[in-house]
């Protein structure tokens, strides 16, 4: 008889890391060994139609398909009673710091289904993690870390709170597992690796699948470009100030980013301070960013903190030169010199370090052979997933 499997992706399958590493480990389940149903919360964005045939997508609950948008989305959806409870919090923040996550719980408290299937195991691929406690009825229940929390700050106490209730925690990365251990002792002897996902033959298919010349143009300039949510974590309206530095230094950059969020006018503004307009380039949101990280010559991450970036594990696939800044789980990212290159994270660091990589051509064709010969696809992670059910 078959083991089943629960997913759980309390989002919409819009164009994050997160969300195709989420791709990846569903490609890789053994479908005539295991059943495996989706709750996903949005059936909407790019990526809903790339999610493997095999899945079984549990029915949508209206009320949680925009829990995480804002009050006009909600409103022009229909998820009038999520639109109340946003615009209520949208109000006591002017005055008082909002932990979302107790809003989204009572959406999903009154709207969402109690599953009435029992699972052998059951993944919560993202936080909060009250619907995999509340609503389904499994044997094991996984939440996951895609994020180090050190900069988490004030919502400390929440995470502990939300994490304590899984029988599992899977960090994405050993020292994303170290870092929570760190700030969570009490939750150490739950905490296990399970490194993301990724299809080597689909990236490779996606970046060959058009020609992205009339966007990052073939005018003799190096191009740069950084994928990712325009959010503070990304760091990006840093970016324009360190072009500039980068030019002045003599070499002619383009920098190209690839992405949407909430941050997007603060690096619109600073690209107007900098008088970047020319060479700072918001390609905005794309449905497949494979064909510009091929296209690119050199790939950046300059984040504040990541768990471990799936942009940078792309572009390793893509055999691209690939830069980050020295961010808490950096080292579990790459090996510095050998397959990718990591840079102080403070503006002129960074700055002064990718002129370094630009400049050292050698060292770029040697990050690239690199890439080569190893295997960041991570397809056997599945197997600690089915090891917990043994």
């Known amino acids: 008889m078959k083991k089943q499997i629960l997913v759980i992706f309390t989002g919409a399958m819009e164009l994050g890391g997160i969300e195709r590493s989420l791709l990846g480990l569903l490609d890789a389940f053994d479908y005539n060994k295991y059943n495996v149903d989706l709750f996903l919360y949005g059936h909407h964005g790019p990526l809903m139609s790339l999610i493997n045939e095999n899945v079984n ?58 599953l009435q299937k029992h699972y052998d195991i059951a993944l919560s691929f993202f936080r909060p993690f009250d619907f995999i406690v509340e609503k389904v009825d499994a044997d094991i229940k996984v939440g ?48 296990i690796t399970i490194e993301n996902v990724l299809s080597r033959d689909y990236i490779n298919k996606e970046a060959n699948r058009y020609d992205v010349s009339d966007e990052m143009l073939l005018d003799g300039s190096i191009k740069l470009l950084t994928v990712g949510r325009f959010s503070y974590p990304k760091k990006m309206e840093e970016i324009p100030e360190i072009c500039r530095r980068i030019r002045e230094s003599g070499l002619n950059v383009k920098w190209y980013l690839i992405g949407f969020g909430k941050e997007e006018q603060l690096i619109r503004q600073k690209i107007r301070e900098e008088n970047m307009e020319k060479y700072v380039v918001i390609l905005g949101k794309k449905e497949n960013p494979y064909p510009y990280i091929k296209a690119c010559d050199i790939y950046l991450q300059p984040s504040r903190y990541e768990g471990k970036a799936v942009t940078v594990r792309e572009a390793q696939i893509l055999n691209k030169p690939v830069i980050i800044t020295n961010y808490a789980t950096s080292n579990s990212q790459l090996q510095d010199g050998i397959d990718g290159v990591i840079v102080p994270k403070d503006i002129a660091g960074c700055s002064k370090g990718i002129i370094q990589v630009v400049n050292d051509k050698r060292l770029q064709q040697r990050l690239i052979e690199n890439t080569k010969i190893v295997d960041y696809t991570n397809s056997l992670e599945v197997e600690k997933i089915y090891c917990l059910m043994r």
Not at 87 to 100: A, C, G, P, R
């Open 144 to 191: 996951w870390i895609h994020t180090d929390y050190t900069n988490a700050g004030e919502i400390l106490e929440v995470l502990e709170k939300d994490y304590a209730r899984m029988d599992y925690i899977a960090a994405v990365s050993d020292q994303c597992a170290e870092t929570f251990n760190s700030i969570f002792p009490n939750l150490k002897n739950r905490v």
């Open 57 to 114: 997508i549990l029915p949508e609950v209206k009320e949680l398909a925009y829990l995480r948008e804002s009050f006009k989305v909600k409103l022009k959806n229909k998820c009038f009673y999520s639109a109340v409870l946003r615009l209520k919090d949208e109000l006591i923040s002017k005055f008082h710091m909002v932990n979302n996550d107790t809003t989204w719980a009572k959406v999903m408290r009154r709207c969402a289904p109690k």
